[in-house]
């Protein structure tokens, strides 16, 4: 199976893809790297592994419709058959979105539906977990539909709030177990082990 990665940070999921694959745990690989900064860890670590990496803004457009189809472009050309979106901090265009209903993924580093939604990403939603009082944390691989965080869940795994956490040690807590369901999820994906019909999901 091919996969696309869309990150907008340094890759650390990026990386446990990539460690998984080259582990010969998920049967898949990797044919672009996609991300919305130039600058971004998650496109050096791609250019080490030889992976084409492409670097594609909203910004460098005047819509979103020909950022989207821009965007689709690039995915038939790598030959993508699904998106796994890590760290990716922008939304994606509905075009794409329709385009790849159901193989579009995304981590996120907090128990959906809770701390969700647009502006919840990186510190932030650690900060309000803590804020929250909630005793417990954890990561949500998800599927991504129009709107923020509210794609069918996929997969979680929690990890305990301690009384002394700050964002920092939470979100070090929680990458860990990121870094591990991301790519079960990719592999049960790539196996063809995953139903999913309307507003629930089997993995056999």
Do not use: C
């Not at 993924?105 to 932030?124: T, V, W």
């Not at 650690?126 to 954890?138: D, L, M, Q, R, T």
């Not at 795994?157 to 301690?162: A, G, M, N, R």
Request: no cysteine; proline share 4%; hydrophobic share 45%.
């Amino acid at each position: 199976m091919n996969i696309g990665v869309f990150a907008s940070g340094r890759g650390s999921n990026f990386q446990a893809i990539l460690n998984a694959i080259q582990q010969g745990t998920v049967p898949a690989r990797v044919t672009l790297l996609l991300s919305n900064k130039s600058d971004a860890g998650a496109m050096e670590l791609a250019r080490a592994r030889l992976i084409p990496t492409v670097h594609l803004s909203q910004k460098q457009f005047p819509d979103e419709a020909t950022f989207a189809a821009a965007m689709l472009d690039v995915l038939k050309k790598h030959d993508v058959r699904l998106i796994a979106l890590a760290g990716y901090l922008k939304k994606i265009p509905s075009a794409v979105v329709g385009e790849y209903r159901n193989r579009i993924l995304n981590i996120h580093p907090a128990l959906l539906p809770s701390f969700g939604g647009a502006g919840m990403y990186g510190h932030a939603v650690h900060e309000a977990v803590i804020a929250s009082g909630a005793k417990f944390s954890g990561a949500t691989v998800h599927l991504v539909d129009e709107e923020y965080d509210r794609g069918l869940i996929l997969f979680q795994k929690t990890v305990p709030v301690e009384a002394s956490d700050t964002a920092e040690t939470l979100a070090a807590r929680v990458l860990k177990v990121e870094h591990e369901i991301y790519p079960l999820v990719l592999k049960a994906f790539a196996e063809n082990r995953v139903t999913i019909h309307e507003r629930s999901v089997w993995i056999h």
